[in-house]
């Protein structure tokens, strides 16, 4: 008779965000090691200051989890902006994952309101604005 595999959910949870937590911590620490020439070269890469680098390894890789869901909340397809518009989106999501408004913006994709509501708070609204695509308002 075999055993029956048991599954926990909860655990399961809290073991991946134990997981993704040290995965961000090696991220971290892979940072710090670089020596400033080797940050300036990855920040030039990338086009944004060293303290800019800095600060989105910090926010972690889910910083910007919030675009994607406006972006289509507001009626603009996202992977045809990621096709014709690829350095606007990667500046968006640079803008996504040091914004405050996090907690606000989650809320209204969660209750249907951010098309209303987002300009209000969003620093992305211009560069949303800008694009000429419907905004599902």
Known sequence: MSAKARTYPVVAYWLNVFGEWLKHRRELGELRRLDDAS???????????????????????????????????????????????????????????????????????????????YPQYCPNAPTIEGLGEPTGR
Request: include cysteine; proline fraction near 6%; glycine fraction near 8%.
């Open 39 to 117: 940050l300036n070269q990855i920040a030039g890469d990338l086009r944004i200051s060293p303290g800019a680098l800095n600060q989105l390894v910090r926010q972690g890789p889910h910083s910007a989890d919030e675009l994607p869901r406006l972006l289509k909340a507001l009626g603009i397809d996202g992977e045809k902006l990621a096709r014709t518009e690829p350095l606007v989106l990667r500046d968006m999501e640079r803008v996504c994952s040091l914004c405050s408004h996090k907690r606000r913006c989650d809320h209204d994709l969660a209750d249907g309101t951010s098309p209303a509501r």
